[in-house]
């Protein structure tokens, strides 16, 4: 198959294939981690898209210490020209739980910053393989509770405090807002996971279907969760703090925004996932865009279909955040 044989989105579908010709190959290949890292950075070095020059946001890196003093980063990006509080939403960046840092990507952060009037935490959560999981879920947890206990010197609202991640950010993002509702704590204001990765099985009909179109397939992806899990990958008993999508109680959760594309290996535990929180009596806004593919926001910021999905995720933030 190609991508002419998947019913794409007529904006989204030449943008693929230009993108999928120029790369030779799959977007993304996991199957050598630190060789694909050293390819993004060469191409965002050469891109120089590494820093943010807009005097309309404060950016601000506040180091929290895990138990084992290490440094956790969380990257604070504040619309400037006033110090009043503001809500707080912690970002989970996307890579598949093995790529990226909160210090890439400054000018989508900021943007969202300026867009929802908030404080936006991008959270550096460490990466696999080098820490599996439930590395990440923690770094989000600390994130969190941290976030929380010093809204005040952090200019934050601490009843209005939301966790959003995309993609591989989206276990982490998912796996605090567990956390957090287990430890009892004052929970999230909300819960936002767009084409979140959160089942380490890969047994649902999406996850057979999208095999060769190139953003992140079947294969990929059990890479990158062999990759978060090492051995325990598929095994039954595996703790949701590790795969949310494993998680069997999802009652006390925070109102939860899930975006899913229609040709995206995640669609169907996604869907799956708000099923579940919708009868657990959880309020969930679950969106589904027909013929777009895994990140086709990011790839195609100016299609239709991203409108609409920026729309309604913007809409939903705003509510949550604000009150």
Partial sequence: MA???YALDPELAPVLEAMLQAAGGPLLDFSDVPALRARLRAAAAQAGTAGLDDPRVSVETVPVARADGSPLDLVLFRPAGDDRPRPALLWFHAGGQVLGTAHDDAPYHA???????CVVAAVDYRLAPET???GAAEDGYLAYTYVREH???????PERIGLAGASGGGA????AA???RDHQDPAPCLLALNYPMLDDRNETRSSHEIVDLGVVDRDQNLLAWAAVLGARAGSPDLHPYCAPGRATDLSGLPPTFIAAAQFDVFRDEDIDFAQRLIAAGVPVDLHVYSGAFHAWDRFTPKAAVTASFEQAWHTFLRRRLHG
């Fill in 3 to 5: 991508v002419s044989d």
């Fill in 151 to 157: 809204a005040e010197q952090l200019g934050v609202v």
């Fill in 178 to 180: 567990l956390m957090a």
């Fill in 111 to 117: 943007s969202l910053a300026l867009a929802l009037d």
């Fill in 172 to 175: 982490p993002a998912a796996a």
């Fill in 132 to 134: 599996e999981a439930p």
